[in-house]
């Protein structure tokens, strides 16, 4: 299994991106707090998402993804937020 970071900009505000979020909540898990910030748990590689996402966005939307490997973090986030990514990841 894979952990990636999904982050966007979505610059219009009055498109349905409902099917971008239908296709990130498809992975085998995932966890949604931030805004445009996801974590998600799959068997696809970033090449994959990179592709399904790409269908799901305007042209002058942006978007990175990445694959997180040494598992290293720090942030400032809720106790919940911490305790949800230390038990469904490889982050520590």
């Known amino acids: 299994m894979n ?3 999904i982050s966007y900009d979505l610059k ?3 498109s349905n991106y409902e099917s971008l979020y239908e296709a990130i909540k498809a992975a085998n898990g ?8 996801w974590i998600i748990i ?11 996402l790409k269908t ?27 305790d949800w990514i230390k038990n469904n990841t490889k982050i520590k």
């Open 56 to 82: 799901k966005i305007e042209k002058n939307d942006s978007f990175i993804i990445i694959d997180v490997k040494d598992g290293a973090t720090n942030g400032w986030l809720p106790k919940s937020a911490w």
């Open 42 to 52: 799959t068997e696809k590689d970033v090449a994959e998402w990179t592709n399904i």
């Open 3 to 5: 952990t990636l970071i």
């Open 12 to 14: 219009n505000k009055s």
């Open 30 to 37: 995932w966890w949604h707090y931030l805004e445009s910030f």
